[in-house]
């Protein structure tokens, strides 16, 4: 089945640096990724949608330049969190669409934890 | 502007009971809707989408658009079902997914 892979699974840094989280399509081609944010005991909050070659598309509320996404290729979307503070710390969920067709289902990655002291 | 609603937070069962996990959306087209599980210390996956009519591990739910809802059920509860489950829309020009709050099933033994 379609695997998606995301790493790290578990990031710890100071406050101030920046954080780069990377997710990957294994073997399928995603032409839309998408990034959530899961808050303890409570639901996926969508971020962004990132689109393959173009800019990903941003939910209310959450900052752009706070918050990079890159989606260079049709397998790989990267989610920088920059200067990072204490309330960035949270589960980082991405998840990829395949390319062939609306109808796909999402696959998900299983989340980074990060963690800003 | 699309919403999901999953109105219980915990849903405990005993074995063997009837399981119904209920889901409400708003969403002014004509949405697509999908469950979503996540075992303990798992990913989320897919369990099953209003679009295939399918029953995945004796789960099935029936897109009710008079009454927006999507409600998860099965008739028999087995331990191995304990998990969080998401009710989710699937909607918009980006195809964007909106997931609800969760319920947490918990088959008693």
């Known amino acids: 089945g379609a695997v998606v892979s995301q790493h790290p699974s578990w990031v710890i840094c100071k406050s101030g640096t920046s954080v780069k989280i990377e997710c990957r399509s294994l073997?399928?081609?995603?032409?839309?990724m998408f990034w959530y944010r899961q808050f303890p005991k409570k639901s996926l909050m969508l971020m962004a949608t990132?689109?393959?070659?173009?800019?990903?598309?941003?939910e209310q509320g959450v900052e752009k330049d706070k918050f990079l996404i890159n989606h260079a290729s049709l397998t790989l979307s990267t989610l920088t969190v920059t200067s990072a503070h204490p309330e960035d710390s949270s589960f980082y969920i991405c998840?990829?669409?395949?390319?062939?067709?609306?109808?796909?289902?999402?696959?998900f990655g299983d989340g980074t934890r990060l963690s800003i002291l | 502007a699309q919403r999901v609603t999953q109105p219980e937070k915990l849903l405990s069962v005993f074995k063997g009971a009837p399981v119904e996990l209920k889901c409400n959306y708003s969403?002014?087209?004509?949405?697509?809707l999908f469950w979503y599980v996540q075992y303990s210390r798992q990913r989320l996956q897919l369990l099953l989408r209003?679009?295939s009519r399918e029953s995945i591990k004796g789960f099935t739910a029936d897109l009710n658009k008079g009454e927006t809802s999507f409600h998860l059920k099965k008739p028999f509860a087995q331990e191995e079902d304990s998990a969080m489950y998401y009710c989710?829309?699937?909607?918009?020009?980006?195809?964007?997914?909106?997931f609800g709050t969760g319920t947490k099933l918990q088959v008693i033994p």
């Open positions: 998840s990829a669409r395949s390319s062939l067709g609306k109808d796909q289902p999402q696959h």
């Open positions: 209003h679009i």
């Open positions: 073997d399928f081609q995603a032409t839309t």
């Open positions: 969403y002014s087209g004509s949405p697509e």
């Open positions: 989710a829309l699937r909607g918009g020009g980006y195809q964007k997914v909106t």
């Open positions: 990132s689109n393959e070659g173009s800019k990903a598309t941003y």
